[in-house]
């Protein structure tokens, strides 16, 4: 395995597009183009993360689609489904076939546009990660799920809902800040514990802004192996570390305050980067849910299990905490457009690691994380990036 | 091998009033809903059998924002069975604005319901119902 670094990046605004899912990428794609000082036809594969494109636009196999508007309709483009984790699995992939020495420039990204199906279409959709036999039925939502995961942790731990509630709700305060500070962020405004507390109620015990939103966005990499790296740019970040795991049903999975796909996969991205949590100075991971991100921050093995929440709490997760968590404004103020997602996180650390980040810069970054879960915790994958 | 417990077979017996899963004749262990081997040891040698349709509750939510197709709201759940499995389901017999995080441990027996199909299901479904003890 040879080393593979990132040589350029491009993201949409985040929010609602008026554009399509292939014009959203094919913007992010050029951006990622141009900053990689190459031209379209340098690119050897194309690899999309897109979650439902089907059901969005009647719009099946995009990927050569894609590729075909920006001038290279002949090479392999592929499609990578892994849920709201499609981005950094297709991601993943471009890193091993670069690595393995079979290409040497590859695109990598997502895209995708789940506001136009409106709230009762997506939330129909987005279930349609769960088992659709043996779970779907029961009317089971994702948001659920999360609530779920939610009330197993207040009882496992001893923390009062009330208390978890409160705590949770500091999750989503500092992502909305953080992303105040992201021009591509779909919220850009601070809120408040008592706003998040007096929500409307979606899935007890989650309220409207424990919640990320449905959103539109595209954003894609360029991934080179090393020589063509330096070549192209004085700033390659490179992929130190990457791992992947899954897990079956949500019922098969049983105390899923303990996320076994996401524990499989960093042990991977850890062992292959030859470093720990201890040496992270910046992540930006899953907080599709409030509850999802203090999950997340345990799994990663940031905190001790059970630990995550009074970490929030303490403030140990903000932009000058001891574990930076989601500069960008997360999934939670930057929006969550599934099939982008991943790339959107990974753009996100390859700015900072380049130090790009302007009131949001997590100074001195040296070694970034980016960290994606798809389905009901069935798809966890991330990657280790350094400068 | 055939396929031993396809859906269509636990769905049938579900709806004749039987909650049927796997157990393992290597390591005796219950796989449920089923599955193509054991979920414990992997071993394609299971036998179809009746559960005492009997559970703890271990987490639920209330389910606001439903998906197209469903009117909330309506309580989802976690139980963990006797024979040991998790499986997931609607508590029934609650109204969902009176379920609290007391639910968590109290004793269900479990039934099913019909679920209507839309073009996206392949067909009706079935729910576990999970119905409070006591």
Known sequence: MREVAVVGVGMTQFGMSEKTQIEMFSEAAMDAITESNIEPRDIQALFLGNGLGDFEEGQMNMAPMCAADIGIPNVPATRFEGACASATVAMRNAYLWVASGFYDIVLAGGTEKAMAMGTPMATRTFAMGSDSRYEGFAGITFPGAFGMAAHLYSKKYGIPLQKLKEQMAMVAVKNHKNGVLNPKAQFRKEITVEKVLSGIVIADPLQLLDCCPFSDGASALVFASVDKAKELTKKPIYIAGVGQGSAGPLYTQKDFTRIKARETAVKQSYMQAGVGPKDIDVCELHDCFTIAEILATEGLGFFEFGKGSQAVEEGKTSLNGEIPINPSGGLKAKGHPIGATGAAQAYEIVKQLREECGERQVKGAKIGMIDTLGGDLATVCNMIFRR | ?134
């Open chain 2, 1 to 134: 091998m055939e396929y031993k417990l396809t859906y269509n077979k636990y769905k049938e017996a579900l709806m004749s009033d039987k909650f049927c899963g796997l157990k393992c004749n290597k390591c005796g262990g219950y796989t449920v809903p089923p599955k193509k081997v054991c979920m414990e040891c992997a071993s394609e040698d299971m036998d179809i059998v009746e559960l005492s349709a009997r559970g703890e509750i271990k987490t639920y939510t209330v389910i606001r924002v439903p998906p197209e197709g469903f009117d909330a709201p309506y309580i989802v759940s976690m139980v963990e069975l006797d024979e040991g499995p998790w499986v997931m389901g609607n508590i029934v017999d609650l109204d969902p604005d009176k379920a609290t995080m007391d639910l968590i441990g109290k004793r269900v027996s479990i039934g099913h319901k019909v679920v209507k199909g839309d073009k996206f299901s392949a067909g009706d479904g079935v729910a576990l119902a999970f119905k409070l003890e006591g």
